[in-house]
């Protein structure tokens, strides 16, 4: 058993520990790409609503024309 053990240790790589400091970095630069991407597909999205190339959902369709929900006429 023991040279099973010392063949898989020697198998496996060695990783390298993660200071607090590269972690919370790493987790800045995660967050500000993904905001970022996230910011870039609701300004397409909102082109192209604004472009008619998209059918709205009901949420930005209340929120574009809410004049559609108004239930005063009936």
């Given at each position: 058993m023991d040279?099973?053990?010392e063949k898989?240790?020697?198998?496996m790589p060695k990783s390298n520990p993660?200071?607090?400091a590269q972690f919370l970095l790493w987790k800045r630069q995660k967050?500000?790409?993904s905001s970022a991407r996230?910011?870039?597909a609701t300004r397409k999205r909102e082109e192209d609503i604004a472009a008619g190339t998209v059918q709205m959902n009901g949420r930005e369709l209340f929120l574009?024309?809410?004049w559609v929900f108004?239930?005063?006429q009936y």
């Open positions: 040279a099973e053990k898989q240790a020697k198998e993660l200071t607090q967050d500000a790409d996230k910011a870039e574009h024309e809410p108004d239930n005063n």
